[in-house]
Each structure stands twice: as structure tokens, then as C-alpha cells.
């Protein structure tokens, strides 16, 4: 299965971007899907998983309020909606899929990333 994110930026302090994975190779519906970010000389922090049917999700407690995860399976296609960023939110964002509905940290694929970055 291929991942490949895209739609992240710069944007200021308070601002608004939605990120987007498509995916192919695969039934996309048989995947659990999962986002997962990095910031420099960080280590990886789980943002949050949404289920096969997407009825189901979860979000960092730091993300919840702020965060949106969805997914639209007809268009093979996750979503990270994120609003109120703070220039803590910088990171590159990866998603990740897995045939279980687990923590994107141990989610069995991967995507390269895409760069967000806030500036206060």
C-alpha cells in the first residue's frame, strides 16, 4: 500500500490547514488510518486514528478541540483538519495505515511526510 500526504505549509499562528493522505495499492476500507507528527529533535507524538469505517477516532489530548480526523473511503483519501495551530503544532506530519485500529505509532505503513509549519 503507497501513502502519500500532502497539503502542509506555512501559516501563521491561529491559522487553518487541512492535510491529506491518498492512498492506493490497496482496499483503502480495509485500513485503519493514523496520523502521526515530528518535530525537530523530537520523537514521534501519535495526533490521532480514525477506523476503517471511520466511525470511529481519537485525537491527542493536545490536538482534541483543534484537531479533526475523517476520511472519505470512496476517495481512498484521509484528512487532518487542524485549526487554532500554534507554533508548537510544527512538525512534519506523516499517516500511516494498518489493518488494525491501533496507535499510528505502530502502524504498519508509512508515507513520506509533509512539512507544517506555524510561526507565532
Known amino acids: 500500500v503507497q501513502l502519500q500526504a500532502s497539503g502542509g505549509g506555512l501559516v501563521q499562528a491561529g491559522g487553518s490547514l487541512r492535510l491529506s493522505c491518498a492512498v492506493s495499492g490497496q482496499t483503502f476500507s480495509s485500513y485503519a488510518m493514523g496520523w502521526v507528527r515530528q518535530a525537530p529533535g523530537k520523537e514521534r507524538e501519535s495526533v490521532g486514528s480514525?477506523?476503517?469505517?471511520?466511525?470511529?477516532?481519537w485525537l491527542a489530548n493536545s490536538m482534541k478541540g483543534r484537531f479533526t480526523i475523517s476520511r472519505d473511503n470512496a476517495k481512498n483519501t484521509v484528512y487532518l483538519q487542524m485549526n487554532s495551530l500554534k507554533p508548537e503544532d510544527t512538525a512534519v506530519y506523516y499517516c500511516?495505515?494498518?489493518?488494525?485500529?491501533?496507535?499510528?505509532?505502530?502502524?504498519?505503513?508509512w508515507g513520506k511526510g509533509t512539512q507544517v509549519t506555524v510561526s507565532s
Open positions: 500511516a495505515a494498518s489493518s488494525r485500529y491501533i496507535d499510528p505509532t505502530g502502524m504498519d505503513y
Open positions: 480514525i477506523s476503517k469505517s471511520g466511525g470511529s477516532s
